[in-house]
């Protein structure tokens, strides 16, 4: 028996973060006990008892793996045996370049393969402290209760930003005469729905997205917005155009007269019958009302059927660099890995990668072989590098270029010089890779 094999990990939190934590676990032969208080209870943002729920968009964003830095993020975890990529990718909806999905049939598949596995025992439990031995706290930025003061007691306190959603529409309520269908420079098959607005619309749309009464966020400090979910309404405010050179852009798309509008919202499919539509990079937190009486001067939206409003909710971050190591574990108990978006990743993607980071320096450890090194050629490792990393003003991070090693050989081209990160990046998981199934093999379970 392999050494470790008789041990059993503890899962806290059943999200993208947890679940890919437990399935890599599980599938190199170590028992795990995932908990998570759904169904019995739910935290504000999430509505559904199924796993790995997707509360904001259904898009995980690029897929382009040789342009895209989360793109290529994906293509590393897809190297390394990544259930949610693998789930994304079985469920995967049109959206051009980007890799959205189903997110009912995401999750379903997700919580399928963890319910089937037999090295994987799941208890519906409320976690009340940071547990003992071999663990992983993958509860998610909406962590509360007696978990969360248990946290913020031995680490020192929490850090926190807001992160909001996009509204749903009904796909039969969008006047389809006021659309055109198109891609951004032709990248994918026509999947995204483009609603046009002249100068006189936009403006007044803006006008009024500017005056439009937000929902109130009570004692919640009003500033904390992160970048990467900034409230359309925020957006709006820095200036007339702002949005014009933001998600409503019309760069890159033409209607069927050839001709480029002065703005376009975009609009994508939310499921794969294509019966819901979201409005692409509106997050807001404007009052309901508001949100129908706004988003409605949208022409193409004039008798829109609101499906979901958009929401905002706060996210809590751990001040990680004073507490993780770059595997994600404790600098106080390195049994204990933090994973997800608490740790201070941005993004569904970003946050299924640091469990599948945690997983595997919990099971190296475990098994008593060496650590990763993951170096900062790799987008994962450049993740680890960050949340690790002395920060007096740490922020949550998404995956990006700006985070990676620099080229030994500096390349002009934007292009060639992402497909070079590309390619060195591979070449190194490949052989964390092929290490990783010389070291765990014993009892693996794919």
């Not at 504000?44 to 995980?60: G, I, M, Q, R, W």
């Not at 001040?319 to 201070?344: C, H, M, W």
């Not at 990046?425 to 093999?441: G, K, N, V």
Request: net charge neutral.
């Amino acid at each position: 028996m392999a050494k470790g094999a008789g041990q059993t990990v503890t899962v806290i939190g059943a999200g993208l973060a947890g679940c890919e934590a437990a399935h890599f676990l599980a599938a190199h032969g170590i028992r795990v006990r995932l908990t998570d208080i759904k169904p019995k209870k739910f935290t504000p943002a999430h509505a559904d008892a199924k796993f790995a729920e997707l509360v904001c968009s259904n898009s995980l964003k690029s897929n382009d793996i040789y342009g895209n830095a989360c793109g290529l993020l994906k293509e590393e975890m897809r190297r390394l045996g990544s259930l949610i990529i693998e789930a994304a990718d079985a469920t995967r909806v049109p959206a051009g370049g980007a890799l959205a999905v189903d997110r009912d049939a995401f999750s379903a598949y997700i919580t399928d393969r963890i319910k089937g596995n037999k090295n994987i025992e799941f208890v519906c439990e409320e976690a009340e402290k940071i547990p003992e031995g071999y663990a992983i706290v993958a509860t998610g930025p909406l962590t509360q209760g007696a978990l969360a003061e248990d946290i913020a007691r031995r680490l020192g306190g929490n850090l926190f930003f807001y992160d909001a959603a996009a509204p749903i529409v009904s796909a039969q309520s969008i006047d389809k005469s006021r659309t055109f269908i198109a891609d951004r420079y032709g990248k994918g098959e026509g999947d995204y729905v483009n609603c046009p607005l002249n100068k006189e619309e936009y403006e007044a749309f803006v006008e009024a997205l500017t005056g439009a009464e937000k929902a109130e966020l009570h004692s919640f400090d009003k500033r904390a917005f992160f970048e990467g979910c900034m409230p359309v309404e925020v957006m709006a405010s820095r200036g007339k155009d702002t949005l014009r050179f933001g998600m409503l852009k019309p760069v890159g798309l033409y209607d069927e007269n050839g001709k480029r509008p002065y703005a376009v919202v975009q609009l994508r499919k939310e499921n794969v019958a294509g019966t819901a539509y979201n409005l692409v990079g509106f997050q807001t937190n404007l009052k309901f009302s508001e949100q129908k009486r706004v988003f409605s001067m949208i022409p193409a939206l004039r008798n829109a059927e609101f499906l979901r409003y958009g929401v905002m909710h706060r996210n809590t971050y751990l001040n990680s660099p004073e507490v993780l190591r770059s595997d994600y574990s404790l600098k106080e108990d390195g049994k204990v890995f933090f994973a997800g978006q608490i740790t201070g990743v941005e993004g569904y993607v970003e946050s299924a990668d640091s469990g599948l980071a945690a997983a595997i320096a919990c099971a190296l450890k475990m098994r008593g072989e060496a650590p990763i090194e993951w170096g900062t050629d790799t987008v994962t490792g450049a993740l680890c590098r960050h949340i690790s990393t002395e920060n007096v003003a740490f922020q949550p991070m998404n995956a990006n270029y700006g985070v990676l090693e620099p080229l030994s050989e500096p390349i002009r081209d934007k292009a060639e010089r992402k497909k070079a990160y590309a390619m060195r990046s591979l070449a190194r998981i490949e052989e964390i890779a092929s290490r990783l199934e010389s070291q765990l093999s014993d009892g693996n379970e794919r």
